[in-house]
């Protein structure tokens, strides 16, 4: 099965650069999405298809996807991007199905 | 505008059937490549795909779950059903219904949160 690993944590201060890891095996051959989701709220896609945003989504948000890491960069973090974010792709190896990475918390200093 | 909205019961029993409903409005799951699916996520852990259900009916699961999972829709009624059977503690969560955007999910309902407990 195939296992997408993430940063339990990462720390960044406001106006800042955050730099949330997804890796997985030859990922860089999937799609990567990533989702915001705040404390008490259905979670939020902010990337898809690796680098491109859903209408709506600032384009502080930016995704990459290369070997066996993806990354979703934030830039002038704020203190409202503050949460946990996922990242998903489609494995396809056996019984076509979804896989979620372990969340990572965002903490804005 | 699209909305998705799920129902059940908010308490289930070891051992019962778990039955949720989604119910949406703003699109039609018999139109080509629409598809509607199923999200759970325990209490402060991350989130875990069930299912998902295509116009065509095709189906997809979660190959550790999928013994216990059935999804089925109901194109007239605008409902999506997912059954869970043998419910124990640890599938206590909140479970969402997702409409995909190609091969991400770009729509999610707000949520329902299912307890097993006796």
């Known amino acids: 099965s195939y296992v997408l690993t993430q940063p339990p944590s990462v720390s960044v201060a406001p106006g800042q650069t955050a730099r949330i890891t997804c890796g997985g095996n030859n990922i860089g051959s999937k799609s990567v999405h990533w989702y915001q989701q705040k404390p008490g709220q259905a979670p939020v896609l902010v990337v898809y298809?690796?680098?491109d945003r859903p209408s709506g989504i600032p384009e502080r948000f930016s995704g990459s996807n290369s070997g066996n890491t993806a990354t979703l960069t934030i830039s002038r973090v704020e203190a409202g991007d503050e949460a946990d974010y996922y990242c998903q792709v489609w494995d396809s190896s056996s019984d076509h199905h979804v896989v979620f990475g372990g969340g990572t918390k965002l903490t804005v200093l | 505008q699209i909305t998705l909205k799920e129902s059940g019961p908010t308490l289930v029993k070891p051992t019962q059937t778990l039955t949720l409903t989604c119910t949406f409005s703003?699109?039609?799951?018999?139109?080509?490549?629409?598809?509607v699916g199923w999200i759970r996520q325990p209490p402060g852990k991350a989130l875990e795909w069930l299912a998902l259900i295509y116009w065509d009916d095709d189906k997809r699961y979660s190959p550790s779950l999928k013994s216990r999972l059935t999804i089925t829709k109901d194109t007239s009624k605008n409902q999506v059903v997912l059954t869970m059977t043998n419910m124990d503690p640890v599938d206590t969560a909140t479970y969402y219904c997702v409409l995909p955007g190609g091969d991400a999910f770009d729509i999610w309902g707000q949520g329902t949160m299912v307890t097993v407990s006796s």
């Open positions: 298809d690796d680098s």
């Open positions: 703003g699109f039609s799951l018999s139109t080509s490549g629409v598809g």
